[in-house]
């Protein structure tokens, strides 16, 4: 025990106006400290410059070959006579407006402006200036958001079939569009309330892209090849109105209260912490909006029978209380039903890959549950039910909703082929859908001590990509059935029981306790 | 009788809309010690955290110095200060810096001297050139109670100061409370520990669901001891 000895009172202090620091010298100061302490000289400094060009260089060639995959698989001419499909530019169209949504919901979920946790704490008591602290986040706000919008865009035209200068066009009017999102959701960032509500209706926005594209192909308007890009003179009345309203921001961000700053801080602590640990279970946590959960009215919770009804009726609560989610769902049965009418992702493996990961996407969203009780085993124990049927509980919320849409993603084929099999194979597929949600969610943690496997991007935690497999791979594996089925172009009674027999497994799988 | 340093009127506290206690009616003036007591979860922390301007208030109103408490106002910062438990560090930075880091920010002269002073009194003088998180938790209490005395203030506003310190530590904070009240400073705390609430001999306020209770300086202890 330390024991204090000296009982004199503390010196009375009083502050020197002439020694006061603005926000910038607290920011140099303590970076200044930081620096002394580091050992990275200059042969470190070269080392991590290489290393991030050849990062950024990978990244780059990662990017532009998923860009000539999506552009292969869209920019395929529909045969005479075909029925009206979502044509490239269609496409292009509605992923734009998906990732502008994703963007402004993103951005309102980071801050966008904040200083990090330790900042909050012991730089905002001082009374110095708050953009003297802000200058980094705000620079790096606004860099982020035109860096991302440009390769998104870039991305987009490419893949819609546009030449060099389209692509170039699509990525300056992206990174406009999106800069201009950052700088609403900086506008947006001091209030709470506000800024809820418009991360909300970003995911309303998010999951209403494929809803869009089935209302085009109703109106017969989706089938076109061009690639549209704004007018230069649109693009540049948008970037000078951009360029306005950031001044304005800026004129506004002495005015962010520590309740604001501090909140940013935490959600920036959660997400560099699931990003450096591959956690992609807690970064979805960290980013989920804010007061996103709405509870207008206590459940009555009539159709609990017991344990394992109290356990289901809990996670329906659960997803009834988050719009996001039920958006999503939505989302994913329009985006199912929507699919086929592009042509690479109407049959075979390309309709495969859609089916299995909006079907997982759609169990995930119905597996909350599940999530927050292996973060909390305590809500398992709170019923008298073992563990195994308590995860075999947990798995029907996230089947029923991967069931859901994968029925009216089956729809299209189960009319035009007149076989009411595929709607059989669909809802199979949906509870091995769930059980992989449900696998996925119980995930033990990574193993930290597997070794690096070196690439020339850096090391990976082989113990981390270990981790992200389980759940996915129950997916992948208990959907070859139906895969099968696609690929042949029928379903035939095999595939049914096969499908089924696969769903049986694949609740063994998820319902297994692995000993601690 | 001196102007009320801080003063809150029907102050309604809570998250969302939901108020976590009964409306609460303050006034703190120079050189007072109020003791926040009530249960766990009856909503000291949060009266704390409205009343350092850190969370909105649901209804009634809160003023510091006469002006309504704005955080964001540099004036009410350089004159309230707040201990409340964010173990949240700078990785890079040790302890000292930490702290003359706070004492810059405030304009403290000579604040490397003042920094060594108080390391020596808050008994982490061997721990000043480690970094935060080689601290044991209650070392880390110790920095973070050091920092809300390193700067100038006239309102000092502690959540449950005695937790994670030894008895020592505990005795000795007492001390300090109360020298920072004969100097002046009004000091609002949040405390679970009728020890040092009855050393201080301070003002209560009892806070409930029902209602927020001010209770005379004798009686804060005892009823701080039955608390449940």
């Avoid at chain 1, 002439?18 to 607290?26: D, K, N, S, V």
């Avoid at chain 1, 089935?214 to 090849?225: I, M």
């Avoid at chain 1, 960290?286 to 459940?299: I, M």
């Avoid at chain 1, 289901?312 to 994913?332: E, I, K, N, W, Y």
């Amino acid at each position: 025990m330390t024991r204090v000895a000296a009982p004199d009172p503390l010196p009375a202090l009083r502050a020197d106006p002439y020694e006061l620091l603005t926000g910038r010298e607290l920011r140099t100061l303590t970076a200044r400290a930081v620096r002394a302490r580091a050992d990275a000289g200059p042969g470190e400094l070269v080392v991590d410059v290489a290393y991030a060009a050849v990062s950024a260089l990978l990244a780059a060639g990662l990017v532009a070959g998923a860009a000539n995959l999506l552009r292969e698989a869209l920019v395929v001419p529909a045969a005479a006579g075909d029925a009206v499909v979502l044509g490239p530019a269609a496409v292009a169209g509605l992923l734009g407006g998906a990732f502008l949504a994703l963007a402004l919901g993103t951005a309102l979920r980071l801050g966008p402006l904040g200083v990090g946790s330790a900042g909050a704490r012991w730089w905002l008591p001082a009374p110095s200036d708050r953009r003297g602290l802000l200058v980094p986040s705000f620079r790096r706000a606004l860099g982020a958001g035109a860096g991302a919008g440009a390769v998104a865009g870039a991305v987009v035209a490419l893949a819609a079939g546009g030449l060099v200068a389209d692509v170039a066009r699509g990525a300056l009017a992206t990174a406009v569009a999106t800069t201009l999102l950052v700088v609403v959701a900086g506008l947006a960032q001091p209030h709470a309330r506000a800024a809820a509500r418009v991360a909300r209706a970003a995911d309303v926005a998010v999951a209403a892209v494929p809803v869009v594209g089935v209302a085009l192909v109703l109106a017969g308007v989706g089938g076109g090849t061009a690639v549209l890009v704004p007018a230069p003179a649109v693009v540049a009345v948008v970037a000078a109105g951009t360029v306005a309203l950031a001044a304005w921001w800026w004129t506004r961000a002495e005015r962010l209260g520590a309740p604001v700053l501090r909140a940013q801080g935490s959600v920036m602590d959660q997400v560099g912490g699931a990003v450096l640990s591959v956690d992609v279970r807690a970064l979805g946590r960290a980013l989920e909006a804010p007061g996103q959960r709405r509870v207008r009215r206590t459940a009555a919770l009539r159709t609990v029978r017991g344990p394992a009804t109290a356990l289901v009726a809990a996670d329906l609560v659960l997803l009834r209380r988050s719009p996001t989610a039920v958006a999503h769902l939505v989302g994913l049965a329009a985006l199912l039903a929507v699919a086929p009418q592009v042509p690479a992702l109407a049959t075979g493996a390309g309709a495969f890959v859609v089916l299995v990961v909006a079907g997982l996407r759609a169990a995930q969203l119905g597996a909350q549950g599940a999530r927050a009780a292996d973060l909390v085993p305590v809500l398992d124990a709170l019923v008298p039910l073992g563990a195994r049927a308590g995860r075999l509980a947990r798995t029907v919320v996230p089947a029923l909703a991967a069931a859901g849409c994968l029925v009216v993603g089956a729809l299209p084929l189960a009319l035009g082929a007149g076989d009411g099999r595929w709607l059989a194979l669909a809802a199979l597929t949906g509870v091995v859908q769930g059980a992989a949600a449900v696998r996925s969610a119980y995930r033990r943690p990574p193993d930290w001590s597997a070794p690096l496997l070196a690439t020339p991007a850096g090391g990976i935690p082989t113990g981390a990509a270990a981790a992200l497999r389980v759940g996915p791979d129950v997916a992948l594996l208990g959907s070859v059935p139906l895969g099968v089925a696609l690929l042949v172009g029928a379903p035939g009674w095999g595939a049914v029981l096969a499908q089924g027999l696969a769903a049986l497994v694949a609740l063994a799988v998820a319902s297994r306790v692995p000993r601690r | 009788m001196s102007a009320p340093v801080l003063e809150a009127r029907a102050l309604r506290v809570g998250y969302g809309d939901l108020a976590v206690c009964a409306p609460v009616d303050l006034t703190v003036r120079a050189g007072e010690v109020w003791a926040v007591v009530g249960a766990n979860g009856s909503g000291k922390s949060t009266l704390l955290r409205t009343l350092l301007g850190l969370q909105a208030p649901l209804g009634g109103t809160v003023a510091a110095f006469g002006r309504p408490v704005d955080e964001r106002e540099r004036g009410f910062r350089a004159r309230v200060a707040g201990v409340l438990d964010d173990d949240a560090y700078f990785p890079g930075l040790t302890v000292r810096e930490h702290l003359v880091l706070v004492a810059r920010g405030h304009g403290v002269p000579r604040a490397g001297e003042v920094v060594d002073g108080l390391l020596d009194r808050f008994g982490i003088a061997a721990q000043g050139r480690a970094l935060p998180t080689e601290l044991s938790s209650g070392q880390r209490r110790r920095l973070l109670l050091a920092a809300g005395f390193v700067r100038p203030r006239d309102l000092l506003v502690l959540d449950e100061p005695e937790q994670r310190l030894d008895p020592g530590m505990r005795a000795d904070l007492a001390g300090i409370l109360r020298d920072e009240a004969r100097r002046g400073t009004a000091v609002v705390l949040a405390s679970h520990d009728p020890v040092l609430v009855g050393a201080l001999d301070a003002h209560g306020l009892l806070v409930g669901e029902d209602a927020c209770t001010v209770l005379a300086p004798g009686r804060t202890r005892a009823v701080l001891a039955e608390v449940r």
